[in-house]
């Protein structure tokens, strides 16, 4: 059995103690649900349901987007976030040591070029 839930999501900021109620992100997700899935027909699913909607919007499977071409018609790529954080700054987090508050990943995340929101 498979469920899609589609829906509209409002999100409020709070900006110190303030709600900021009139920020306007709204936004519409989906909830995607299969009895007896794990995670990578999870996966399989989600991949089919956005081809299916680049396909149904904009009749066919190569869409320019921003400046860039996007091809719905191969598989997507299937990479742990580990990987991707390591292409891209090269950083390997699994390799860090636990400790506490996270100082080591901090140090780590800095040596690597990037700043962390208490940092800002």
Request: net charge negative.
């Amino acid at each position: 059995m498979r469920a899609f839930h589609p829906g509209t999501t409002q999100r409020a900021i709070v900006v110190g103690i303030v709600w900021m109620v009139t920020y306007g992100a709204q936004f519409t997700s989906v909830e995607l649900y299969q009895a007896y899935a794990d995670y990578t027909d999870m996966m399989a699913l989600a991949e089919a349901l956005i081809r299916d909607c680049a396909q149904a919007v904009t009749g066919g499977l190569q869409v320019e987007y921003q400046g860039l071409q996007l091809d719905f018609s191969q598989p997507f790529r299937r990479v742990s976030m580990n990987q991707l954080v390591l292409e891209a700054c090269g950083l390997d987090v699994m390799a860090l040591e636990a400790s506490p508050g996270g100082e080591e990943g901090l140090r780590a995340a800095r040596e690597a070029g990037m700043q962390a929101l208490r940092d800002k």
